[in-house]
């Protein structure tokens, strides 16, 4: 199916791995010409063989290469790109860089960089949410500057409570607080890592939600104020904040929870003023949802949402960094299957330890239902500087139960020699009571796996 052209011609992807190659994907469907940017590390890698165009930016180090703007910048005037697509991490939520994107003149494939400079202070993204109108947690939207501030605030709060830094993401900069002596001895430590992974040492303070599952709606708004939500993803089951599998729709969720929350999410942000893909990540405890952030990119699971909705978010994105209305009301969007996505790292089940090296045999699974979002191949080295995550799994089905039993065909099926991957740890969740029935909370995993560790300790 070849797809209408749009005023962009030609996209340099900020990125590497499966998200650069799953927008070359979407480019080539639209008949638009495309650029990478790689390390030294990634020159082997399949989005630089699959794209139009590529341009060595760096070594490899992040800081050199994927994080290096000046050297994107040269790459995107070089080749004449008139459109950048961030993927996710990275640069993709860097107003400073979208600024300079800006500046020359370059499509941003994502909102304007002022909407992202303010989603991305967490404090002024609290405040602005309770101006729109979307609960928040219980806290306030100020800095916590001192020891003694936050002894303050934690007691007229009462325990247990969470610090969180103005500028985290990603679960990063991060504390929880249970009493007074965890205050005196996480406070500044929250502070230093703060600093040392967002450049910022500025935190915030809210309560902490107990046992909360965590449920994000995506959105897809345009340039013309025109704003859809295309349902929501249940993302509870996370290491260490981060997430491991992702399902669409949220199993646990009713319809009245859906129709309360999307009005909600349109309202709020047709009213911040924001254009292109984008997701509200919220709390959801006892029967309430508490904003938690707005990610203002594509996210690693919207491919459950594609799959469920029949939608290209990134062919989307395309269109309305382009300048396009998009073309359907909230009514076309109906559910018609349930998706879920596996993450595939290189590391060890047991440890998580990461297992970068040489794929001596790689062979994908296949059938009705299944996609597979990767860039590996038999005899490409997994380079050591990146994050773990080497594969994406997506099940869909017209059940929960059916994906169940074809996510579980895929994973015995899929074939990745030559390291290890965590693969055997999603076989084994799938066999969980708790999984099994949608009844588990973001802390499920951690709990899980620390009492199978104290088990396996035992044993010896």
């Known amino acids: ?121 967490k404090i002024e993204a609290k405040t602005s949410a309770i101006a729109a109108g979307i609960p928040v947690v219980p806290g306030d939207a100020e800095s916590v500057d001192t020891l003694e501030d936050a002894l303050k605030k934690a007691t007229e709060m009462k325990y247990p409570v969470i610090l969180k830094a103005r500028s985290g993401g990603g679960g ?131 491919t459950v949402t594609e799959m469920v909705f029949g939608v290209d978010l990134i062919r989307e994105q395309i269109r309305v960094a382009a300048g396009e209305k998009l073309g359907y009301s909230q009514d076309d969007l109906k559910p018609t299957c349930h998706a879920i996505e596996f993450r595939i790292n290189a590391e060890d089940p047991e440890t998580f330890t990461p297992w970068p090296g040489l794929i001596k045999h790689y062979h994908a699974p296949g059938g009705l239902g299944v996609r597979v979002d990767s860039g590996l191949y038999s005899g490409y080295r997994i380079p050591s500087c990146y994050d773990s995550m080497i594969a994406k799994l997506i099940i869909s089905a017209p059940t929960r139960k059916e994906c169940f039993s074809r996510a579980k065909n895929a994973l015995k099926e899929f074939v990745v020699e030559g390291i290890r991957t965590n693969i055997p740890l999603h076989l084994e969740l799938l066999e969980q009571k708790d999984v099994i029935k949608g009844e588990f909370d973001q802390n499920w995993l951690g709990k899980y796996l620390e009492k199978k560790a104290k088990a396996k300790a035992k044993k010896k």
């Open 1 to 121: 199916m070849t797809v209408k052209k749009t005023a962009i011609n030609k996209v340099l992807i900020a990125n590497r791995g499966e998200i650069a190659l799953r927008v070359i994907r979407a480019c080539r469907e639209m008949g638009i010409k495309s650029v990478a940017v790689h390390s030294t590390a990634d020159k082997d890698a399949m989005f630089v063989k699959m794209a139009d165009e590529s341009v060595c930016i760096g070594g490899p180090l992040s800081k050199d290469s994927y994080l290096n703007m000046n050297a994107i910048i040269s790459a995107a005037v070089i080749t004449g790109a008139d459109a950048i697509h961030p993927g996710y991490g990275f640069l993709s939520e860097t107003p400073d860089f979208i600024a300079m994107v800006e500046e020359h003149g370059i499509e941003w494939i994502g909102p304007k960089s002022e909407t992202v400079r303010k989603m991305g202070d």
């Open 172 to 302: 990063k900069g991060i504390k929880i607080i249970h009493t007074e002596s965890d205050m005196k001895e996480l406070y500044p430590m929250a502070r230093q890592e703060a600093k040392a992974n967002f450049g910022d040492d500025v935190v915030y303070m809210e309560k902490f939600l107990q046992n909360p599952k965590h449920i994000e709606i995506q959105v897809i708004a345009d340039k013309h104020g025109n704003v859809l939500t295309l349902g929501e993803r249940d993302c509870s089951l996370q290491r260490n904040q981060q997430k491991v599998i992702e399902e669409a729709l949220a199993p646990t969720l009713t319809d009245e929870h859906r129709e309360k929350i999307y009005a909600i999410v349109r309202k709020a942000v047709k009213e911040i003023g924001y254009y292109n893909a984008g997701t509200i990540e919220f709390l959801f405890e006892n029967d309430e949802f508490y904003f938690m952030e707005m990610n203002t990119r594509i996210q690693v699971e919207h």
